[in-house]
């Protein structure tokens, strides 16, 4: 009986192994390149590629490590552009006294460091405030804050 068992049951396992069935990867809680990303403002570009099924990608992150957290710019890939923008969630473990985001968010700007749109849909972390430099302008459009 137990040869019989043994002689079915490499039939009804599929042919991959396990791990190639589910995805065994922990989420990041930082952005890399390549990594997907969500953009959180009204701009026209952002509602494309939400439209499209195409999510932006990040190709450089600007800061020593490559290593992206909230309130540090990326180089993003957006409907065969590039285009600057400013990370403002990142999907990570919720940690004491730090918002938790679902997914990683960023708002995209001109070169010059203005906003590409006019309107920010989701909370900005309550820590970007203490920053410095072009994340004023990204503050001045938030409504609401985590």
């Avoid at 890939?77 to 403002?88: C, D, E, H, L």
């Avoid at 970007?128 to 430099?133: I, Q």
């Amino acid at each position: 009986m137990a040869a019989l068992m043994r002689s079915r049951l490499p039939s009804l396992l599929p042919s991959l192994p396990l791990s190639q069935n589910f995805s065994t990867t922990n989420s990041l809680q930082h952005i890399i390149k390549l990594t997907r990303l969500r953009v959180v403002d009204n701009s026209m570009l952002g509602n494309q590629s939400v439209v499209a099924g195409k999510p932006p990608r990040c190709i450089h992150v600007y800061n020593k490590t490559g290593v992206g957290r909230v309130g540090d710019k990326v180089l993003v890939a957006i409907m065969g552009q590039k285009k600057r923008a400013f990370i403002v969630g990142v999907k990570q473990r919720a940690r004491p006294n730090k918002p938790r985001f679902d997914s990683n968010n960023i708002v995209l700007v001109e070169d010059n460091g203005a906003p590409t749109g006019t309107r920010i849909r989701v909370p900005v972390p309550s820590d970007m405030r203490a920053m410095e430099g072009d994340v004023t302008k990204i503050l001045a459009l938030a409504t609401k804050f985590a």
